[in-house]
């Protein structure tokens, strides 16, 4: 299996802050990389797909960039409403990765 | 817009078999090469992809699941299932389908369905 490394765990930032969130991959995995975002309660939300792609309807606050192993999920101005947990995954071979999350929190 | 619901028993007994459907509404799951996938979050934990059915009806499941894993679908009522068998605390979790495929990750989710293994 391939496995999926997020770092850090968790963090805590300021509205307005600049985040960035780190998913490494255990091989490459060319492109198959997803974000996603899970409010408390709630199914997780697609935010990007294929390490850059932002999905319809998601704020271009959220980018993603990276390729091989490394990865990279940035909110460039943090609001509110993305106080959040966030996984990344692997969708380049069986079976499909999850990282291990990482919990943005409000300072 | 495509609805994902899921649905099923909430409470199973260890060693008995899960069984949850998926209905989806507002599109065909015979369209557009997707695969229909069941994915489960024990409580307070990560997200673990339990596998999927194919567009053309075919499998693939976790290698850790795989014995006691079996994924159907029902074109007919639009809908697809889950089983999972000789089941344990370990599988108490909130259980989700979604749909998706390998370069566009899985855009579709259900709201979700909290299974308790307990006697």
């Known amino acids: 299996d391939i496995q999926m490394t997020q770092s850090p765990s968790s963090l805590s930032a300021s509205v307005g802050d600049r985040v960035t969130i780190t998913c490494r991959a255990s091989?490459?995995?060319?492109?198959?990389l997803s974000w996603y975002q899970q409010k408390s309660g709630k199914a997780p939300k697609l935010l990007i797909y294929a390490v850059s792609n932002l999905q319809s309807g998601v704020p271009s606050r959220f980018s993603g960039s990276g390729s091989g192993t490394d990865f990279t999920l940035t909110i460039s101005s943090l609001q509110p409403e993305d106080f959040a947990t966030y996984y990344c995954q692997q969708s380049y071979s069986s079976p499909r990765t999850f990282g291990q999350g990482t919990k943005v929190e409000i300072k | 817009q495509l609805q994902l619901q899921e649905s099923g028993s909430g409470l199973v007994k260890p060693s008995q078999t899960l069984s949850l459907t998926c209905a989806v509404s507002g599109g065909s799951m015979s369209s557009g090469g997707f695969s229909w996938s069941w994915i489960r979050q024990p409580p307070g934990k990560g997200l673990e992809w339990i596998g999927y059915?194919?567009?053309?009806?075919?499998?693939d499941y976790n290698p850790s699941l795989k014995s006691r894993v079996t994924i159907s679908e029902d074109t007919s009522k639009n809908q697809f299932s889950l089983k999972l068998r000789s089941v344990t605390a370990a599988d108490t979790a909130v259980y989700y389908c979604?749909?998706?495929?390998?370069?566009?990750?899985?855009?579709?989710w259900g709201q979700g369905i909290l299974v308790t293994v307990s006697s």
């Open positions: 091989q490459s995995i060319s492109r198959y």
């Open positions: 059915i194919y567009h053309s009806g075919g499998t």
């Open positions: 979604a749909r998706g495929d390998d370069s566009s990750g899985d855009d579709y």
